[in-house]
């Protein structure tokens, strides 16, 4: 070190008189930091050549950003370069499952200072606690910059992080406190749970109960809504809700003689009300909400079934905080497959689902199936939020009859600043297709061409960058491939 110091004067070395592990060993060399932005880099890493050049480059377009991060992959001891993690721009529910920003990071010098750098006690997470309290100091998200470009190269072998947290059992339980002390700070009580993958579930206190009305659209098929109304009025734990069926043209005596059976058998919590019109999921779910009166509206197709009971628990959780928009969760088809776990947008020119016939339990992209994160987008096959943001957005597009008014909608949240997130942890089953036929004739098909239309004219921009997805990763399947496709 004395050596590489006498070779430019740009190496600036300091000896600690006592092993002060890497908090105090980073708040030491922070003493020494005169430049406006501090780059922390592990001593077995590497960076790429130009990383330094892209971080000004990006510094000189956004001189307001106080923080960047880059994308990342893993170098073995022969240099060879594997398991790319191509991140999302800022998602901060994302980050409070897992510290994804990680390498490169480039921070403000006056903010570090300001939060007096590294905490000692959170060894092996130290950067995790730094980046939540970093980022609490800044109001503005979009001082927060992703370049998503590959300029870190985490070293892997037997004793590192990139190898395995089995390593470093106290950075596990140095996260979970960060994590907890986070919440504290932000006022936002709750409980930090292991995932299963070495990451984190956090369930929120709820400070803010109300009831809760599940808006259902049907037209016949009794079976299928019985199943679907059988399984929540036998399994949910929350009991502060009503279901409001909204009939759009029923004709079938079975279906008259399942509204009698659970209007006698929950006079309290369930109703129907006539729809006389065309079929317009907008409409009909916009008419919904002006006759109801909750704090907070769940979405829900009729060929839905409910198969754990925390789930209205889980989603209110999420939906009573003032920052959170829609709250999605993961449908699965009868085999067990995933059918939806978050809306990317762009796939197929508007949307597709995240990680579709993955087989559940599985961990898909970096964790991503295992922990909650921000999506752009969820479906309202189950879709839950609070009345105000829906009265803040004016509710459902109607000129979106069939097609993509759940991925408007959520748009329209996000451009009133919300954010939309998807819950790994609440799962239902949803037996699609039962309800809704195919784009099968003319008529059906060029309805489908103008919703596409008004998408792409409405959200052209977002759809072809959607910031909770990696732009190098591919727009054609929902699978979270390497984007390779060529035009």
């Given at each position: 070190m004395e050596h590489y110091?006498?070779?430019?004067?740009?190496i600036k070395v300091i000896f600690r008189e006592e092993n002060g592990h890497i908090s105090r060993a980073s708040n030491s060399a922070l003493e020494l930091a005169t430049g406006d932005f501090v780059a922390?880099?592990?001593?077995?890493?590497?960076?790429?050549?130009?990383?330094l050049y892209e971080v000004v480059s990006y510094l000189n377009a956004n001189p307001a950003t106080d923080m960047i991060y880059t994308d990342e992959d893993k170098i073995d001891a022969g240099d060879r370069r594997f398991d790319p993690f191509f991140k999302p721009d800022w998602c901060p529910d994302s980050f409070l499952s897992r510290m994804y920003t990680c390498h490169l990071g480039v921070y403000r010098r006056a903010i570090v200072e300001q939060i007096g750098g590294f905490r000692v006690g959170f060894e092996g997470a130290q950067d995790y606690d730094f980046v939540l309290r970093f980022t609490e100091q800044i109001a503005q998200t979009d001082r927060i910059g992703h370049i998503p470009k590959i300029l870190y190269h985490w070293r892997s072998h037997a004793q590192s992080t990139a190898q395995s947290l089995d390593s470093k059992d106290y950075a596990t339980d140095a996260a979970h406190r960060a994590i907890a002390e986070a919440l504290d700070r932000r006022h936002e009580p709750g409980q930090v749970l292991p995932s299963g993958s070495g990451h984190w579930i956090v369930r929120y206190e709820i400070l803010k109960p109300g009831r809760v009305t599940i808006i259902i659209p049907t037209r016949d098929l009794a079976d299928v809504l019985d199943t679907c109304l059988r399984s929540i009025f036998t399994l949910t734990t929350y009991d502060n809700y009503e279901v409001l069926i909204v009939d759009n043209g029923s004709v079938e005596a079975k279906t008259r003689e399942l509204f009698d059976h659970w209007s006698s058998k929950e006079p309290d919590r369930f109703r129907v009300l006539a729809y006389d019109a065309p079929f317009n999921y907008s409409k009909i779910n916009n008419f919904a909400v002006e006759h109801s009166r909750s704090p907070y509206l769940l979405f829900l197709n009729n060929d839905t079934e409910v198969i754990d009971g925390d789930w209205m628990t889980a989603m209110l959780e999420q939906a009573q905080r003032e920052s959170?928009?829609?709250?999605?969760v993961t449908l699965l088809y009868p085999d067990d497959t995933i059918q939806h776990a978050g809306v990317v947008l762009g796939i197929g020119g508007v949307a597709g689902h995240s990680h579709k016939t993955f087989p559940h339990g599985?961990?898909?992209?970096?964790?991503?199936?295992k922990t909650i994160n921000n999506y752009s987008a969820v479906t309202a096959a189950c879709l839950m939020c609070r009345r105000e943001a829906f009265e803040a957005i004016g509710g459902f597009e109607p000129r979106l009859q069939i097609a993509f008014n759940d991925v408007d909608f959520c748009l329209k949240l996000i451009e009133q600043g919300y954010r939309n997130v998807h819950l790994p942890h609440v799962v239902l089953y949803h037996y699609e297709s039962k309800s809704r036929g195919l784009e099968d004739t003319i008529e059906k098909q060029l309805r489908f061409k103008g919703e596409v239309d008004y998408m792409r004219d409405r959200w052209g921009e977002i759809l072809d960058h959607d910031p909770c997805y990696s732009q190098n990763l591919t727009r054609v399947t929902e699978d979270w491939a390497l984007g390779v496709e060529t035009n």
């Open positions: 110091q006498t070779l430019d004067t740009r922390l880099l592990d001593h077995d890493d590497a960076i790429a050549p130009h990383a959170i928009g829609a709250v999605g599985s961990g898909g992209y970096v964790a991503q199936l």
